[in-house]
């Protein structure tokens, strides 16, 4: 449930909006659905925002103080903050959220594609008259049906 910034949505709307194509054909890949969240409505990730606040107050907090000379000693200390807060048990529930996690997330993932996703740009190209449309000064041949129409590529890069 990402915001409307502009890389993830195309174009924001109440109720249909558009998603960038590179990142719903990524979201396809992995078998899941990017559902922006409404413009100018701060309450649908409230707890998602909850839990960023939590993880600034319990980690970064502790370690504002410190300094590290290289990515990976950070990395390290933040693991190990994290590991200890996932294991504290929430005040309510009285488990703790890696016990949440293993009975409820877990049984529901389903593994990751056996290829990897691979990343691909898109364009749009109107077909011209003689069935063809033009990419990289070079002409490609189209079903006439198309003439006209404006046709979206979808560009792998080497």
């Known amino acids: 449930m990402p915001d409307n910034l502009k890389s993830a949505v195309s174009k924001a709307d109440r109720y249909a909006p558009e998603v960038n194509t590179t990142y719903a054909e990524l979201a396809r890949h992995y078998g899941t659905t990017v559902l922006p969240t409404r413009p100018r409505k701060p309450k ?18 502790r370690l504002r103080h410190h300094t590290f000379f290289c990515l990976s000693d950070l990395n390290t200390a933040i693991r190990q903050l994290l590991q200890e807060m996932n294991a504290r048990p929430l005040q309510r529930q009285k488990v703790s959220r890696w016990d949440l996690f293993e009975t409820l997330d877990r049984p529901a993932l389903h593994p990751l594609p056996s290829t ?10 109107k077909v011209s008259i003689d069935y063809h449309i033009e990419f990289n000064r070079r002409l490609y041949s189209v079903p006439h049906a198309l003439v006209g129409e404006v046709v979206e590529l979808r560009i792998r890069l080497p």
């Open 116 to 125: 990897p996703y691979e990343y691909a740009q898109w364009k749009k190209a």
């Open 44 to 61: 649908d990730k409230a707890k998602v925002e909850v839990a960023v606040q939590v993880v600034e107050r319990w980690i970064l907090a």
